[in-house]
């Protein structure tokens, strides 16, 4: 049955003052990321950039206060589904572990079931996803698109981002945190004076992805240990809803138990 098409092809909400969550919703939900835009007095950030499977720029440009001004594309990590639209922007922002991947995408790069890695599918399903059917879209973003055609194209860094580097909104200064566990050099944003911590695919509200190439069980415990001595206020994750600090603290719970930890 051919796919029927989307309306519009992202989303956006308005989380707070300046920040702006932006979803895929025609994506399936294993790889519908979070896109976070702030809106800063001197420039502006997207925090990934989902699948790639259209333009993400202009659809940026048209909720921004003031579309000239700079804005800097922070990548969290090089999953699929957060460096689709990198090579949009021209500055471009990465930890160095996964530099090399954010240049030239080595993963999954297909909407196609059937290009995903038999262990990958079962490593979703095990974690709690949903079955994906023959494609990662359930809609397609115009009439005539070719879900063949896609790729994920990936971009060079224009610069690196290090624990303790800072990138600075001007009224917003967010510290660098390396959160590696679920990818060698995902990277977290924390700004202490108000407790909002982007934690990326570090911990989100859903079935966290510890199992995998880049991925590492004894990384995670450290980073969980480096998120509890946060005096957080707000995460907003890689996935699903943002919360709370308790419920930070049940996820972490959660796992450190699985984890036998
Ligand atoms: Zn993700
Ligand atoms: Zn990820």
Redesign the pocket.
Known sequence: MPLPVADTWFTAQKISEGVTLILEPHVHVLEQ?NLWLVEGRDRDMILDTGMGIVPLKPFLDSLRSDPTKDIICVSS?T?I??IGGVHEFDTRLVHPLEAEEMAAPSGLNSLFRKDVPEQLLQTFLDAGYPPIDELLIDALPHAGYDPASYVLRGAPATGLLEEGDTVDLGNHRYEVLHLPG??PG?IGLWEASTGTLFA??AIYDGPL?YEGPGMSVEAYLQTFDKLKALDVRIVHG?HDPSFGPARMAEIIAEYEARWGA
């Open positions: 990321a990590h999953h589904d957060h679920h990818s995902g990326a695919d992805i890689g």
